[in-house]
């Protein structure tokens, strides 16, 4: 069974940062792209990030590139989102998903991050 | 970047009746080898988003067959043959065509 549990978020002061990790098992975690995705309050998903199976190639929404970082290690099964000068508007839930076919087939449960001071 | 839109915002159905869902692109979504990258998710109250169609048409894994996805480069259907209550949720399309990846805004389906 595919499974993907994300850890990491909590609050955090604006500017400050948060390094979130999503640990994959069930599958060949180093065979799929992986995605980070967030969900505001009451608000709808917004993409956030992605990564080739070999960390060759990344790509970011435009809104946290410079600020935020993801990687990999495959050899751990694991993903993880680096979030520096984080701000109010990054206040979301925030999913792992592994990726094939253009589709996010398989999705965590979420972790939160809360920007406050 | 690409636009997403979906039609309606709400949807009111009756259980067994059946359920459609429109959803747009501002750039065709069909790439050279044919396929649309065009996905459909549904987010139940309380749970993380799951797959149930990709590819335009292709239900996922585990997926009832009243769900299909049809359509081409900039326009979409997702449709409910007979809506269960189990189906009340908000269902986003995706569009995995060209980065950044952009989703609609959510149709939230409930029933009568």
């Known amino acids: 069974e595919v499974q993907l549990v994300e850890s990491g978020g909590g609050l955090v002061q604006p500017g400050g940062s948060l390094r979130l990790s999503c640990a994959a098992s069930?599958?060949?975690?180093?065979?799929?792209?992986m995605d980070w995705v967030r969900q505001a309050p009451g608000k709808g998903l917004e993409w956030v990030a992605n990564?080739?199976?070999?960390?060759?190639?990344?790509s970011y929404v435009d809104s946290v590139t410079g600020r935020f970082t993801i990687s990999r290690d495959n050899a751990k099964n694991s993903l993880y989102l680096q979030m520096n000068s984080l701000r109010a508007e990054d206040t979301a839930v925030y999913y792992c998903?592994?990726?094939?076919?253009?589709?996010?087939?398989?999705w965590g449960q979420g972790t939160v991050v809360t920007v406050s001071s | 970047d690409i636009v997403m839109t979906q039609s309606p915002l709400s949807l009111p159905v009756t259980p067994g009746e059946p359920a459609s869902i429109s959803c747009r692109s501002s750039?065709?979504?069909?790439?050279?080898?044919?396929?649309?990258?065009l996905d459909w998710y549904l987010q139940k109250p309380g749970q993380s988003p799951q797959l149930l169609i990709y590819l335009g048409s292709n239900r996922a894994s585990g997926v009832p067959d009243r769900f299909s996805g049809s359509g081409s480069g900039t326009d979409f259907t997702l449709k409910i043959s007979r809506v269960e209550a189990e189906d009340v949720g908000v269902y986003y399309c995706m569009q995995g065509r060209q980065s950044p990846i952009t989703f609609g805004p959510g149709t939230r389906l409930e029933t009568k």
């Open positions: 069930g599958f060949t975690f180093s065979n799929y792209w």
């Open positions: 998903a592994r990726g094939r076919d253009g589709a996010l087939h398989s």
């Open positions: 750039q065709s979504l069909l790439h050279s080898n044919g396929y649309n990258y």
């Open positions: 990564i080739k199976q070999d960390g060759s190639e990344k």
